[in-house]
């Protein structure tokens, strides 16, 4: 079994695998620029290393080329230890110490915002050493430790340093000091500019590989959880800012084209290694060391741009489809719930179920999917008294989802048509819909059920009991349906032989295994069928209910026994 597995899976990544070798072998031959040397010891790397890494939100990678082989990650550092003050300090703290501004300048530009006197953004020196400053520790020693663990869970290995590139750059980052003391100057940093700038030397001097960094890119386009690891780094609002940052500074003077071509949030590091990121689905990195005169690596550049024209991955292109979120939409005389009626009951069904509307939601809940869903759910609402709508395949709900929703319940209140939600405590998925829905007034007057099949089953209670389909209690042997047409002599030769039994709600009547030595006829209430859900821990599923008549809180029943009879037909 498993070698079909791997057969099948070999099979399946061939597509994406022969794509990264076909490219490797075309780009190997694209000559131009040259490795950074003005922090000497990158000016030792061998040129012609050359790897592309992709991994997808699921950890899947593809590789080809030169991805194990260490480098130093540089400017590449830039956007995850802005990530980390987001994350530590939050945004307006963040925000006081350094912009969003693109320079379209070099990166090492040493200029400051005039009016707000802060660098312009994260991604150039100037603005990298601000945020340098804000990683939290008492000594130099703590934040060292505190970079490199953020480093570390990004990806899912322990990181180190390369000391000698650390050392090179500490000798000759005498522009960088420069930025550091005119930051000092105008109070944008508060610390020894020489101690700021330590770690930032050394956090551009971590030492990474490119599936390392595909990783790290994976991680940004899975909303900040290490797809490896499984390990949440950074929230989801702060991957936004990230990326938002990414994509307007992140190559510098270039970021303008880039964006344009490839379409994907980026960072590039003069050591030649660039990362982009498509949400939601890859993070790609690409390792080559002759650079152009904007510091990006020219191979890198142009793997990303074949990349994302072969694959369609610019961040622009539409995938959205909010019509999708209808997945289908039914009426109860059509579709019954599980519950066994009666004839009668079927036939009143058959007749007054159009009253009640399901609608089977689907995807994920953000504004556009929700405003089709809320738009369906009141056209339905126009000619029925009931409209169930179904969660069970909604993955996910954002908070402009939470909002339109318990909106809706509001609009609804009072209206000819009552709203009834089913599925939407399953599981955990949809916690922040059901907490809007519990926290609004309006909201918590939605009558919910755990899944559609309850939801129709109350519906349909509903139209029965308003067609008054209520029996009564007292009832003889004869009144029940089972027994219907025989004599009054066998109905009391049944009444000898069985006995009759009272449950309360909730009560179990059997479970599975039990010996099967008693003969049930229901004669009042309700009584469903449940079976474990496998691998979900105590949930069950119900999958069949059954009645005699409309439903109560107490239910009776008869059963055939060896003890002798111990009575006649019950009342109550
Ligand atoms: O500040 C520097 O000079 C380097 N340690 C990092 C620069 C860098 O990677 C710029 N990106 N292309």
């Known amino acids: 079994m498993d070698a079909i597995r791997g057969t099948a899976k070999a099979e399946l990544t061939a597509p994406v695998e022969a794509f990264l070798a076909d490219l490797h072998a075309r780009v190997s031959k694209v000559t131009g620029g040259s490795p950074a040397d003005y922090i000497p010891e990158l000016g030792k790397v061998d040129p012609s290393l050359f790897g592309i890494a992709i991994a997808t939100v699921d950890g899947q990678i593809y590789e080809v080329g030169d991805t194990d082989v260490p480098f130093t990650i540089q400017s590449v550092s830039k956007p995850f230890m802005y990530g980390h003050a987001l994350q530590r300090h939050g945004r307006p703290t963040v925000l006081k110490h350094v912009g969003v501004e693109p320079t379209g300048e070099a990166f090492n530009s040493i200029v400051l915002d005039e009016v707000a006197n802060r660098p312009f953004n994260p991604m150039v020196n100037a603005g990298a050493i601000a945020v ?162 904007q510091g990006n690596s020219v191979r890198g550049i142009r793997v990303c741009q074949e990349i994302s024209s072969e694959f369609e991955l610019h961040a622009f292109n539409n995938r959205t489809n909010v019509r999708s979120v209808v997945r289908r939409d039914y009426r109860a005389d059509l579709v019954r719930s599980n519950r066994l009626r009666t004839l009668e009951e079927r036939n009143l069904l058959a007749t007054e179920g159009h009253k009640v509307a399901v609608l089977e939601a689907q995807g994920a809940l953000f504004f556009g999917s929700t405003e089709q869903l809320l738009r369906k759910t009141s056209a339905l609402a126009a000619d029925s008294r009931y409209v169930v709508v179904d969660f069970k395949r909604v993955h996910q709900a954002d908070t402009s989802a939470c909002k339109l929703i318990v909106r809706a319940a509001k609009s609804m209140e009072g209206s000819a048509a009552e709203l009834v939600f089913a599925s939407l405590a399953e599981d955990d998925r949809l916690d922040p819909l059901v907490r809007a829905l519990a926290e609004s007034q309006h909201g918590h007057r939605v009558r919910q059920f755990r899944d559609a099949d309850a939801a129709l089953e109350w519906c349909e209670d509903q139209l029965l009991a308003g067609a008054n389909f209520n029996h009564g209690t007292k009832f003889a042997v004869s009144e029940i349906n089972l027994f219907k047409g025989l004599s009054p ?12 039994l009272v449950f309360e709600r909730g009560d179990v009547i059997m479970r599975e295994g039990d010996e099967a030595k008693l003969f049930f006829v229901l004669a009042r209430g309700t009584v469903s069928v449940q079976i474990k859900v496998h691998g979900k821990g105590n949930r069950k599923k119900r999958v069949a209910r059954s009645a005699p008549a409309s439903p109560s809180a107490r239910w009776r029943c008869w059963t055939a026994a060896a003890a002798p009879p111990t009575s006649s037909p019950m009342s109550g």
Request: with cysteine.
């Open 132 to 293: 340098a400053e804000m990683m939290p520790g008492d000594t130099q020693e703590q934040r060292i430790g505190n970079m490199l663990d953020l480093f570390s869970s990004l990806a899912g290995r322990r990181l180190g340093i390369d000391e000698a590139v650390f050392r090179s750059e500490l000798e000759t980052g005498h522009r960088n000091r420069a930025i550091a003391y005119m930051m000092l100057n105008t109070a944008m940093i508060e610390r020894d500019p020489n101690e700021v700038l330590d770690l930032y030397f050394r956090q551009c001097s971590v030492n990474v590989s490119c599936c390392d960094l595909a990783i790290m890119a994976a991680t940004l386009a899975n909303d900040g959880t290490n797809p490896l690891t499984g390990k949440a780094v950074f929230d989801a609002q702060y991957v936004r800012d990230m990326l938002t940052v990414m994509n307007s500074c992140g190559m510098y003077d270039y970021a303008g084209e880039w964006a344009y071509e490839v379409g994907m949030p980026a960072k590039s590091g003069v050591s030649g290694c660039i990362i982009a990121v498509m949400p939601g689905q890859i993070g790609i990195c690409v390792y080559s060391p002759p650079i152009d005169t």
């Open 489 to 500: 002599g066998e109905c009391r030769l049944v009444e000898s032989v069985i006995r009759p």
